[in-house]
T-cell receptor, first 110, second 115 residues
Framework: DAKTTQPNSMESNEEEPVHLPCNHS???????IHWYRQLPSQGPEYVIH???SNVNNRMASLAIAEDRKSSTLILHRATLRDAAVYYC???????????FGKGTLLTVNP | GAGVSQSPSNKVTEKGKDVELRCDPI?????LYWYRQSLGQGLEFLIY????????KSGLPSDRFSAERTGGSVSTLTIQRTQQEDSAVYLC?????????????FGPGTRLTVL
């Protein structure tokens, strides 16, 4: 599976937007970009996924670079409940496994 | 509706003992996955069940680990002769159909401590 690179940690202030970057320079044409997050002491939770076009849902937006070698998860207004580890995962269309890296630990300051 | 549930939430055992971890997936979900998360690490895939197909056991770390899924629903992960390096959080997830595109819904995990 292609590898992703994320910053180890990021900080944000409450009610401000947060942009979480992910590099995936070896992405293949059939790789979907998935984001999950893991709140403290909980199992991971699906956030969003996309292939080529930008995606929006009630939780976040996913901006995908034109060459698909990077993407950004956007939380429009961070809340304290958004403090979590965010994982960017590439998932080949035929592959059911999720390969988690170490993710980005997001701290949200009040 | 009810999410994925796992039991027990915590398990402390002595080295060499066998343990069984249980997962109840979301009703109707055909795909079920086991992962484990060691302290400070990302999740590691263990095993995947899809309907009546043969499970993908490629992630099981040793032959001390086994899993079964009865009646296409509940799954049990068994670790025989536990070792201290087996200490981790064991997470179960399920998804709606083939799992290739659908989001995986995770349970809260079972924290296993081997003394």
């Amino acid at each position: 599976d292609a590898k992703t690179t994320q910053p180890n940690s990021m900080e944000s202030n409450e009610e401000e937007p947060v942009h979480l970057p992910c590099n995936h320079s070896t992405i293949s044409g059939t790789d979907y970009i998935h984001w999950y997050r893991q709140l403290p002491s909980q199992g991971p939770e699906y956030v969003i996924h996309g292939l080529t076009s930008n995606v929006n849902n009630r939780m976040a937006s996913l901006a995908i670079a034109e060459d698909r070698k990077s993407s950004t998860l956007i939380l429009h207004r961070a809340t304290l409940r958004d403090a979590a580890v965010y994982y960017c995962i590439l998932r080949r269309g035929s592959n059911y496994k999720l390969t988690f890296g170490k993710g980005t630990l997001l701290t949200v300051n009040p | 509706g009810a999410g994925v549930s796992q039991s027990p939430s915590n398990k402390v055992t002595e080295k060499g003992k066998d343990v069984e971890l249980r997962c109840d997936p979301i009703s109707g979900h055909t795909a079920l996955y086991w992962y484990r998360q060691s302290l400070g690490q990302g999740l590691e895939f263990l095993i995947y069940f899809q309907g009546n197909s043969a499970p993908d056991k490629s992630g099981l770390p040793s032959d001390r680990f086994s899993a079964e899924r009865t009646g296409g629903s509940v799954s049990t992960l068994t670790i025989q002769r536990t070792q201290q390096e087996d200490s981790a959080v064991y997470l179960c997830a399920s998804s709606g159909t083939s799992g290739s595109y659908n989001e995986q819904f995770f349970g809260p995990g079972t924290r296993l401590t081997v003394l």
